[in-house]
């Protein structure tokens, strides 16, 4: 696995901007992780808390999410190597220690259906921290192609083809999953990486 992030450059100068840009007691995701997830029997061969031993090379990489100064993380992996649960885990520390609106984007609507059914679902069922931020905790709360109004923020799962999807409300924080499937262009929009970046300009 290769990943690499890019910093906030020029804005952390002076102490007072450096102070501002620090955590505030946030715990580091990958120390939420062990404290608090859970991996479903549904989606895991070992089910049951999260341990950093079982994928170590993950662990910079959610640290790097929950860093204030990180403003993108690119990923080069190989399958099966843990992406689709670092995702989850990022959706649920964000969802738990640092609300904002996020969007996970898929290739198809098809891939987005079935990371809700496949991962998303049994995530929430598996956590009982987070589902109650569902409402009324029911898994059937849990939408593709329109919000998720959870009670501290709201969660979009959307799919690459669409424009409506990537052109909607704006989000602080983006997923881009399977992004060697993603057309070259959103009909007569642009490519669908460069829309899923335009909504995060008024999210934060």
Request: aromatic share 6%; charged share 25%.
């Amino acid at each position: 696995m290769i990943s690499t992030k890019t910093r906030l450059n020029g804005l952390a100068d002076q102490w007072e901007e450096r102070e501002g840009l620090s955590s505030k007691d946030r715990p580091a995701m990958s120390d939420w992780a062990e404290a608090n997830y859970v991996l479903s029997a549904e989606t895991s061969d070992i089910p049951g808390p999260w341990s950093n031993d079982y994928t170590p090379f993950l662990a910079p990489i959610m640290d790097w999410w929950s860093d204030t100064t990180t403003r993108q993380i690119t990923i080069v992996k190989c399958t099966q190597a843990g992406g689709s649960e670092l995702a989850n885990i990022a959706v649920g520390y964000t969802c738990d220690v640092e609300p904002a609106p996020t969007m996970i984007v898929m290739p198809r609507e098809e891939d987005a259906k079935r990371r809700l059914a496949t991962r998303i679902r049994p995530m929430f069922k598996a956590n009982p921290r987070l589902l109650r931020h569902l409402p009324r905790g029911r898994l059937d709360n849990l939408n593709v192609g329109k919000e998720t109004v959870l009670d501290n923020m709201i969660l979009y799962i959307a799919w690459a083809s669409s424009p409506a999807a990537l052109a909607d409300n704006p989000v602080a924080k983006v997923i881009l999953d399977e992004v060697g499937k993603f057309p070259a262009a959103v009909g007569r929009e642009a490519d669908p990486i460069s829309l899923a970046k335009k909504r995060q300009r008024t999210g934060l």
